[in-house]
Each structure stands twice: as C-alpha cells, then as structure tokens.
C-alpha cells in the first residue's frame, strides 16, 4: 500500500550547449537511487531532472554549427533523454526550457513580480562570467584577479539597462528562514558545512539582474519589454515549479522539494531561489508557493565534484570528462547497476571531491558486489538446490549460533531507514551490506556444507540456509534503489516477482517485506549465473 506521504526530488537542468557527461549523471544517478528508495518507502514519489536551453553559451554553441539554438538544443536534449533513458533513470518528466508550458509560467510568475515591485527596471554595471552566465560581485571579482575562478578566462564588465529582482529585501526574511530551519530536523541546506558562507553572503546581498539584451531572441521575453530576455538563471530556477503548476502535481510542490546539485551553484538554490519564493508567495494567488509546509520541507543538497585523476573537475569547458560513450564502456564491462552502485556510493557526496579511477571502480564492484551479494547469493541458492533440490527448507530445529538473525535484520532496517533519509546513501547502501557480512560470517561459524555430509544433520542445514535466504531476501529489498536489475533477477529465482510489480506501480513496502520470516517453506528456488561476476583486473 502507498503511504500519503509525497516526496518531491529535483537535479539541476543542465546546459545544452554540449553533449552530457559524468557529472550530469552522477547527480541524475543520486536523484534516482533517491527516489527509488522513497518508491520503497511506499511515498508517492515524484522525479524531476531536464535540460536548461535558454543560455548564451547554447545560442553561441549552435552558430558554430550553423544551426539554429533551437535545433542545437533539442540535438542535445536528446542526447541528454537517450542517456538517462538508457541508465533507467525513473524521472517522472523531463524538463524543457523551450517548452511551452514553461515559457508561460515564467512569463506569469514575472509578471507578477514585475506588479508587486519586487521585479524592477534599473541599470546594471558589473563584472561578467561569460563561461558561467553569471556576475560576479566586485569584491569576488578582485578576489579572482578579474579571471572566471571555473576556466580562467578574463571577466568582461558590462553595463547594461536592466530588470532587478529586490534580493536585499528578503536579506531579513532568509537570514530568519535559514536560523529556523535550523532548529528544525531538516536544515535547509547540506551539507551544513556550506551553510555559512552562504549566510555571509545573503548578509550583503545587493539586488540582482534578471534580463539581458543582445540574445537575438534566444530566451524568454521580459514581459511588456520584447527588447530584453529573462536572464537564463531565473528562467531555470523556475523549472522547478512550472513543471509542478498543474492540478495534479501541486500537492507534490507542497511536499517540499529536494534539490541536488553541486556546489557550484548552491548560492542561486540556497539564496535566490527562496528568496524568489518568498516574492511570489507575495503576490496574488501565490502564497501557495511558499506554504508553511514548503517552507519546513524545501531542501538543497549540494554535493562536491568528481575530479580527474590529476584532481580537475570534470566540466564540459575543460574537456576532461567521461562522456555517454565512456560511461557505455563502464556499463557494458560491469553491468549498469555496478555504476549505479559505485556512482551512489563512492561519490562527492559530503564535502570532498571524488577522483574517479578505474581501479577503484574494479576494487568497489569486486568487494561491494561480486564478493558480498553476489557471492552470498550463489552459495546460498546454490545449496538449497544441492541439498534440499531447490525447494526452499525450513526453520524447525534448532542451531546453536552467536547470529540473532530476526533481531539483527531489525536493527540493520532501523540503520537503513535512518541513513536513508539523512540521505546518506553510502550509509544506507552499507547497512544492507551488513546483513550480508552476517550470513557470511553464519555461514562460517555453522558450516552447513561440513553438516550435510551427515543425513541426521539435515535438519539443522534446513534451519541455517532457510535463515541465510530469508536474510538474502531482505538485503535484496534494501539494496534495490542501488542495484535494481540483479535484485529484481535474485526475485525471480526466490519466487518474489511481486516486489517488482508493486515498486513499478508505486506500492513499495518496505518495511512490511523486511520482516523477518516471510521465505515460505516449500516455495522454489532457483540458482543462476552469478548475479556480479568476479571482475579479473586485466
Ligand atoms: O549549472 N562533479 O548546468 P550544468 C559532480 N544549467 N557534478 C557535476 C560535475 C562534476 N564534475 N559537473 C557537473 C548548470 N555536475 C545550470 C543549472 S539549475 C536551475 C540550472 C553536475 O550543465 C552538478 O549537478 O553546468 C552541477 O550542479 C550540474 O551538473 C551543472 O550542470
């Protein structure tokens, strides 16, 4: 059964000026592994990740290629849907800034600023990050030395007539939101770590340019002002919402979004962004934007970067990162749930950047995967079909043992429910792991594989490997956001085809299946190929 509850998960709509890379699918893969475990939960679980199209740099991109933006764009948002479609990433929509929907939100959310004051015209002179679309405020500029701190490229000062969004109005307001949410369970921003320079910054925050001109129609038009375009920030932090204006995804909005996304961009989430919302609850028939449930539940997770080997980030303009082809290789060598599993687990989650390496995917795949689940799945499976011909035994007699396997699986549920929802995946995806160990280290202790050479010991292999299955069972429900193929194979083979249904249509249950005894003897199970096979490091 689906709980009530709904959870609403966001990535940062990425630039279609090139094709996607790592990084991209690194925050796309959180958000999936995310939203797949509150599909567990049993909330109703809505997605959101897309393509931002109205930047500079798409329209530029698109004139080297003789192309229109538009036709440049939609190449590339292409190229962005194949590759999340091929990782089987849920989201629930796709986000498009050229659509038709969004454009019309915008232009209404605007206007309404543009009403209540909130949005006015003045004149902007400032120093300009052409590589990022972003000013940067003097004091950073000559911090950076006048050069993008991204690609080293000069800044560019530009003046130009410009719509502002009043910022340093809401300076009080966020100071206050982000102090409550702190006394709160849920802080606002995550880590907590990269909470204060954020306040300092809101602390002096000056009011902020939303137009340009000059982008030959590329963008959205300022409302009543055709000679000027929304600024391609405001227009995309807005997807969030255009995308959830509808009568039936509302209820979703109120739950409270969750967004992802690296550091780089926490200041437009974790100050604009709210500080936007605050505006328009303001105006007429808005307050719903920034509801008291919003307000308590609105999050931004911003994590670090994955680097290269040599310790760069991995960016589009620097040209050093893993591209679909790439990632293809890593897919096709270790199976998709083993990115899925080393991407959700290895990265720059906290507040330290990751190096991707080979050798460290390989050493992940072997000892997370192949030589725990993987492992334990085959030996178990693999002896109840030997001793007992694939039927599943029973529990009836007693086995001395240090394991207290019902207790321990609940306490290890209870660390995974609790992980999870701090969103500390490599935490979740260990507590699960755990179990594993445990049967592992059963298995050792108890040595069903000497006991059965014994016919009057059969009794007693019947209770061990029908409490090493069992144990299996559970482990694969909890792993499932991380490596759903093979756990939804190892259901074929231990007859729970059901779990996959009910997580296709929504009705995950987890804490219902994770209670200790529900393997039926007599039921089949089947051994199959290795769910992970042992990786040879050539
Ligand atoms: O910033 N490591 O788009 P973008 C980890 N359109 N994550 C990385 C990464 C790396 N090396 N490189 C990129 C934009 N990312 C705007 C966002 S949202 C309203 C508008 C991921 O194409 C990470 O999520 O530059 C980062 O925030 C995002 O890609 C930036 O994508």
Same mark, same amino acid.
């Not at 849920?186 to 770590?193: G, L, T």
């Not at 059965?452 to 010991?457: G, I, L, N, R, W």
């Not at 200790?516 to 003897?521: R, V």
């Given at each position: 059964m689906a709980t009530d509850k709904k959870f609403y998960v966001t990535t940062p709509i990425y630039y279609v000026n090139d094709k996607p890379h790592l990084g991209h699918v690194y925050t796309t893969m959180v958000a999936d592994v995310v939203s797949r475990y509150h599909r567990l939960l049993g909330d109703q679980t809505f997605f959101l990740t897309g393509v931002d199209e109205h930047a500079a740099k798409v329209s530029d991109k698109a004139a080297e290629h003789d192309m229109t933006p538009q036709q440049w764009a939609d190449q590339n948002a292409a190229a962005f849907k194949d590759t999340f479609t091929k990782l089987e990433m849920t989201n629930n929509d796709f986000v498009r800034t050229s659509s038709d929907q969004h454009k019309q939100k915008v232009t209404e959310y605007v206007t309404a600023l543009m009403k209540s004051g909130d949005v006015y015209e003045g004149e902007y002179v400032g120093w300009y990050d052409a590589g990022q679309e972003e000013y940067v405020p003097e004091t950073k500029a000559k911090e950076y030395d006048y050069k993008? %701190?991204?690609?080293?490229k000069p800044l560019v000062k530009k003046t130009e007539k410009n719509y502002f969004f009043k910022l340093s109005a809401y300076r009080d307001e966020l100071v206050e939101f982000f102090a409550h949410r702190d006394g709160q *369970?849920? %802080?606002?921003? $995550? &880590?907590? *770590?990269?909470k204060n320079e954020i306040l300092n910054r809101i602390k002096e925050a000056q009011d902020v340019p939303i137009s340009r001109t000059g982008s030959n129609g590329w963008g959205i038009p300022v409302p009543g002002d055709d000679e000027q375009t929304i600024y391609v920030w405001i227009d995309a932090l807005f997807n969030y919402l255009t995308y959830m204006d509808t009568d039936d995804r509302r209820e979703f909005w109120q739950a409270g979004p969750v967004h992802f996304m690296a550091k780089d961009i926490l200041w437009f989430h974790a100050a604009i962004w709210p500080a936007l919302l605050m505006a328009l609850a =303001?105006? #007429?028939?808005? #307050?719903?934007?920034?509801s008291e449930s919003v307000g308590k539940n609105i999050m931004v997770y911003s994590h670090s970067y994955w680097v290269s080997a040599t310790g760069e980030k991995m960016s589009k303009s620097l040209g050093n990162f893993l591209d679909p082809a790439a990632i293809d290789n890593y897919v096709g060598e270790f199976g998709l749930d083993a990115l899925r599993y080393f991407l959700a687990t290895r990265? &720059?989650?906290?507040?330290t950047d990751s190096a991707f390496s080979p050798d460290l995917f390989a050493d992940v795949y072997n000892s997370d995967l192949a030589n725990t689940f993987g492992n334990s799945a085959s030996r178990v499976t693999n002896m109840i079909n030997k001793y007992f011909d694939g039927i599943c035994p029973e529990a009836a007699v007693k086995v001395e043992t240090t394991h207290d396997y019902s207790h321990a699986a609940e306490e290890i549920l209870a660390k995974y429910i609790k992980a999870g929802n701090q969103l500390d995946l490599s935490a979740t995806a260990d507590a699960a792991l755990s179990l594993v160990r445990m049967v592992d280290s059963y298995i050792e202790e108890t040595s069903p594989f000497k006991l *059965? =050479?014994? +016919? +009057?010991?059969l009794p007693e292999v019947a209770t061990i490997l029908y409490n090493c299955i069992e144990a299996l069972r559970i482990v694969s429900i909890m792993l499932w956001p991380f490596i759903p193929d093979q756990c939804e194979v190892f259901w074929e083979r231990i007859g729970r085809n059901e779990y996959a249904q009910a997580l296709a249509d929504g009705t995950g249950q987890l804490k219902a299946w994770s209670q200790?005894?529900? $393997?039926?003897?007599g039921s089949e199970v089947q051994k199959g190929n290795p769910l992970f096979p042992r990786y040879q490091v050539k």
């Open positions: 993008s %701190p991204v690609n080293g *369970a849920k %802080p606002f921003v $995550m &880590p907590q *770590a990269r =303001k105006c #007429d028939g808005y #307050d719903w934007v920034f990265g &720059p989650l906290g507040t *059965a =050479k014994d +016919e +009057e010991k200790w005894g529900q $393997m039926e003897h």
